[in-house]
Structures are given as C-alpha cells and as structure tokens.
C-alpha cells in the first residue's frame, strides 16, 4: 500500500515481546529510492541511543492499531551493533549488523532487496561474499530531505513537502512536490523513477521534465487516494510507462 512516510511517523513499532518505541523517521537509499532503515525513537528504554529497523524484520503495518510489528524480541536489539548517531551509517556498520541477524545483504544482487523486488529475511543468510560490495551506502534522512528544491529542465518549480512510500516493497514511489513557486501553486505527484539526478551540495532534485509540464499534472491533497486509477492517470499525463508493467515478481 502508497502512504506518506509522515502518515507512518509516531506509528508504534511492536517487538514480539513489548513495544520498543515510535517511527521517528526514514533512511533511504538515494541511488534507487529504497527505504533501508526504520529509525526508532526508544523513549526512556535505550535512552540516547539510536536504534535501526531494518525492513527486513517487518510484518505488515496494522494500520488500525496504529503499530508495525517487528520480528524481534527487544533483548536481540538491544544487543544489535550500536549506530555512532554522530557518523553516517557506514557499509562496515551494516556488515556487522546483518551477520548479527543474519539476514541477506541488499546490496549483494540486481534487484532492491538483493535478487528480490521485496525485502524477506527468509531469502538468504549474510556472507561475507558481500563484502565485494564494500563501499559506503547512499543512505539520507528523509527528515534531512524535506523542502530541498526541485529543478525541471527549465526553472526552478517548488520543493519537497513529503514522500509515498510503498510499505510492502518500501521504495519510496512518488515525492509530493509544492509548486508553490507559480501563483496559484498546488501539491503533485512525481515519480522517484524521473529523477534525472541529485545535487545534495545543492540540496536541489533534477528532473527531465518542463515546469509547463508539471503545472498540469493531476493535483495532489491529503484526501486523494493513490490507487492504480490514480497512477495510471499521473503517468498518462507524463507519457510514462508505470513501475507495475516492468516490475518483477518477488
């Protein structure tokens, strides 16, 4: 399902034996868009201590209760390797933490969760195989992301006010984009996919598109429902083809 990240924001994470604290926020992979780590505000049980939540220790969000299940009693993250919270998160980092859990790598294979479309901790264990893949990720905050400038192909058009993540696959589909900059603006939709590139040095998102272009997509608010409708209808008015044509089985 297509939320806002800030919509999963405050949701309670549920280990298998307590709670363990709120989603405070999200850190990404800005090559592919891909959500790596849940950040946990633990309150006073690890206090001053950040804790990551690796996707692949989610069950589905239970979005009544307001809770995402962890597949983790609360003493195995306890005793997770520790994030320095003053350093970036480091590939050495996440050796270390994948052999703890034992789970597969991401970043060993072709697709976003290693060789599969979705994250599942059943599909492999670590190996220190992956250490051929040993730079450092491309992980970001998406609290660190928020309001950085988007550029189209002709001008400056607005900025970033919010991300729709996918929470079974959590790749971050669309950013929310306010026009703001054109009178009257409006809030749109674009696709991860047409990031033509990233200057974070400039804290500006290239886009392949014209500013006309964008001016007429399909508006965006809080009460509009991203169903595949909705999709194919952004897309058509991009002349793009969609993810789900292209997007391959798990």
Known sequence: MLRQAKELTG?????????????????????????RYLVADTGNWLTGRLVLISPYALNPVDQIDRIIPVELTKKQIE??????????????????????????AYWDGSDMWGNLSRP???????????RKHAE???LRS?????????????????????????????????????????????????ATDWIDRISWEESKVFLDLTR???????????DTLITREYE???????NRAGYWFTAVPA
């Open 142 to 190: 998406t609290k660190d992301v928020i309001r950085h400038s988007i550029q189209a192909l002709d001008g400056e058009i607005g900025h970033i006010e919010e991300f729709v993540v996918d929470d079974e696959t959590w790749i971050i589909r669309y950013l929310v984009v306010d026009t703001k900059n054109w009178w009257p603006g409006k809030r749109v939709l674009i």
């Open 79 to 104: 005793n997770a390797p520790p994030l320095d919270s003053e350093k970036p998160v480091s590939r050495q980092f996440e050796f270390g933490y994948y052999s703890f859990y034992g789970w597969p």
């Open 120 to 130: 599942d901790r059943s599909s492999g264990k670590w190996s220190e195989a992956s």
């Open 212 to 222: 006309d272009k964008i001016r007429e997509a399909p508006e965006y608010t809080n």
């Open 11 to 35: 949701y309670k994470l549920g280990a298998r034996d307590g709670e363990i604290g709120d989603v405070r926020e999200f850190y990404f992979e800005d090559v592919n868009w891909t959500v």
């Open 136 to 138: 450092d990720p491309h």
């Open 232 to 238: 194919e209808i952004v897309h058509r008015h991009y």
